[in-house]
């Protein structure tokens, strides 16, 4: 047996990772960036093939994280982690900085930026892990990194607070990943929560 709780155990950090079509930029949230080599500068970045920042990566070759701090607000995971590029401008009237290869970084709930540029890359099925050169890199604060387990503990609204919002009468589940609350007498084996994409079975039955 595979228990996720024990997974969410192992000390990831929280990242926004922005990349381009060639015309309109997008940005997901990522856990794993680290360093490889120091000279010349790494680094490794695991992205889920399910995010559309993923396919534009492997088009276009370069990339900027910005590596969030403890301050960060929920809405910042809400608007660059529970919603595609696909369907919807992320980054449309927000307030961002532009690094020297053209890429959006957070000049505000980011303690640093490194923009890098992808020499290699391997498919490991659900995620690709891309290998890249650090081009520019720029420390902005001396604010704490939000780890994930801070993120679970301090940033992300429990659960008891969505469950407030929904109208009485139905059957509500949450997800025990980022809180999105489905509303009906039983939730669908393969349904897929629209915010964090995880399964049926990371949600919860709250009535």
């Excluded at 529970?82 to 307030?95: A, N, P, Y």
């Excluded at 589940?173 to 669908?188: A, S």
Aim: proline letters at 4%.
């Amino acid at each position: 047996m595979i228990e996720k709780e024990a997974m969410y155990k192992i000390p990831y950090g929280l990242y926004m990772l922005t990349t381009t079509d060639g015309e309109k930029q997008n940005g997901c949230i990522v856990n794993t960036v680290s360093m490889i080599t120091d000279d010349p500068k790494r680094i490794v970045v695991f992205v889920n093939k399910a995010n559309y920042s993923e396919t534009l990566l492997q088009k276009n070759k370069i990339f900027n994280v910005s590596v969030l701090t403890e301050s960060t607000p929920f809405e910042i995971f809400k608007q660059f982690g529970f919603q595609s590029g696909r369907d919807v401008d992320k980054f449309e009237g927000g307030r961002y900085e532009t690094s020297e290869n053209g890429l959006y970084y957070l000049p505000e709930h980011a303690n640093a930026f490194m923009s890098a540029k992808v020499i290699d890359s391997y498919d490991y099925g659900t995620h690709t892990l891309f290998v890249a050169e650090v081009t520019e890199a720029k420390k902005l604060s001396n604010e704490k990194s939000a780890t994930y387990e801070y993120y679970q503990s301090n940033i992300k609204p429990k659960p008891q607070a969505a469950k407030q919002e929904e109208k009485s009468g139905k059957g509500k589940w949450v997800c025990k990943v980022c809180g999105y609350v489905y509303e009906g007498d039983e939730l669908p084996a393969d349904f897929i929560c629209p915010w964090c994409k995880h399964p049926a079975e990371d949600f919860e039955r709250v009535n």
